[in-house]
T-cell receptor, first 112, second 115 residues
Framework: AQSVTQLGSHVSVSEGALVLLRCNYS??????LFWYVQYPNQGLQLLLK??????LVKGINGFEAEFKKSETSFHLTKPSAHMSDAAEYFC??????????FGAGTILRVKS | GAVVSQHPSWVICKSGTSVKIECRSL??????MFWYRQFPKQSLMLMAT?????????EQGVEKDKFLINHASLTLSTLTVTSAHPEDSSFYIC???????????FGPGTRLLVL
């Protein structure tokens, strides 16, 4: 069965600093992995996805993620945090029937 | 592209009434739609998978008679919460995927408060 673990329910960074949000997955088949962002009282917006092509995936708003099979990881990074990046971020893996299994989420706080 | 809408965005109802939530894919045909609920400070929990023209598939523990799902067209799925009770208060989010099934696109969510 597929599962996702997000390390750190809250991450706080200063504006302009590196953002690193951690995601580890478990999958019995080659995984499809996703990062979504959720702003308060809104739905989820797709940031990026990995579908077995390039291991370094670039997404919207300057985010990128690297798929590392040996570490079963798909960490999300952004070189320089912006105040508008403050939100909750969810890592997800595709499961049977095209369902998504989500991690618990990481709330990113950006300090000025 | 790949825009999904939900209506209403929020609803308050009395206990015992039924509430219908619509999920529409605006610029693509969605062969599959998914319904999630999200409690405060928690992740999304899949309730059911809805395929156009067939019965929805419910996740374990989700009452199919309480949460009625209809997927009558390739652009519309509805979730009806029947005989709502305060414990049904939650944030309900739908998503839709294109025929390749590769990516789910999410609606903005519907906040339900049952008094």
């Amino acid at each position: 069965a597929q599962s996702v673990t997000q390390l750190g329910s809250h991450v706080s960074v200063s504006e302009g600093a590196l953002v690193l949000l951690r995601c580890n997955y478990s999958s019995s088949v080659p995984p499809y992995l996703f990062w979504y962002v959720q702003y308060p009282n809104q739905g989820l917006q797709l940031l990026l996805k990995y579908t077995s092509a390039a291991t370094l995936v670039k997404g919207i708003n300057g985010f990128e993620a690297e798929f590392k099979k040996s570490e079963t990881s798909f960490h999300l990074t952004k070189p320089s945090a912006h105040m508008s990046d403050a939100a909750e971020y969810f890592c997800a893996v595709r499961a049977y029937g095209n369902k998504l299994v989500f991690g618990a989420g990481t709330i990113l706080r950006v300090k000025s | 592209g790949a825009v999904v809408s939900q209506h209403p965005s929020w609803v308050i109802c009395k206990s015992g009434t039924s509430v219908k939530i619509e999920c529409r894919s605006l610029d693509f045909q969605a062969t599959t739609m998914f319904w999630y609920r999200q409690f405060p400070k928690q992740s999304l929990m899949l309730m059911a998978t809805s395929n156009e023209g067939s019965k929805a598939t419910y996740e374990q523990g989700v009452e199919k008679d309480k949460f009625l799902i209809n997927h009558a067209s390739l652009t519309l799925s509805t979730l009806t919460v029947t005989s709502a009770h305060p414990e049904d208060s939650s944030f309900y989010i739908c998503s839709a995927s294109q025929p390749d099934g590769e990516t789910q696109y999410f609606g903005p969510g519907t906040r339900l408060l049952v008094l």
